[in-house]
């Protein structure tokens, strides 16, 4: 099982990566995708891929919100990171209007986001992709600026009419614990209505830990919980969502 979405970059694990790991392996999870959203958790997470090879792959990127914090070097320093070998997507990047509402805040998240975008293109990599709030306009860059790899919309936050959308432009789609929680209704339509080819499975831990332990610090020990969620809506077993999120993410991330 692969957990395509988490920060054991963050701060809430310091030093402990070996126990997540171990944790996690316990649980049925063997790979993790570390994901970056500014320079300091992308250059730890190519660290954490370099101490773990083949169990973690690393993304680099500059977070939509982490955009006002930048260095005016900040992109530069990211394109220094960029290591085929353990870096394999560029993200997690995007648009994030529910906490930046100045339009001239979004501005300069549209810009970097496009940036981004080319920067995955010079690279021929794929994009994980922030949208909060702004999914319209995170599609209307994603038509205008296509990434050649395509990617991920993590934590989906769209209807399940838009999901044709996004995968018809090459995207998978990004569940996680939302899909488990009692007011998560609109992705349980995703959830039930998507085709098995379009989806992967993630728990962006340390955040959104699904239900029973919603609120608690998230862990990639918890995806067999979001998976067997996904089972029970669309009546099949757990085993066939965890088989095609794994090889979904293998063939549009891993494989070059």
Known sequence: MIDTHTHI????????DDKYIE????????????????????????????KHP?????TVGIHPSDVKKRNIDDLNKIENLIDV???KAIGEIGLDYYWDK???IQKEQIEYFIKQIDLANKYHLPIVVHTRDAIN???QILKEHPCIKGGIIHCYPGSKEMVKSFT??????GIGGV???????KLKEVAEAIQLDQFVLETDAPYLAPTPYRGKKNHSKYLPIIAEEIARIKNISKEEVIKNSDYNFTKKILVK
């Open 9 to 16: 970059n963050d701060e809430a694990y310091i030093d402990e």
């Open 23 to 50: 944790e996690s392996f316990l649980a049925g999870v063997k790979q993790f995708l570390v994901v970056g959203y500014n320079y300091q958790s992308s250059l730890d997470a190519l660290h954490l891929a370099k």
């Open 54 to 58: 083949d169990i973690v792959f690393a």
């Open 85 to 87: 070998r353990y870096v």
């Open 102 to 104: 100045d339009k001239i």
């Open 137 to 139: 306009d995170t599609y």
């Open 168 to 173: 018809d432009l090459g995207y998978l789609i």
């Open 179 to 185: 899909v488990t929680f009692k007011n998560g209704v």
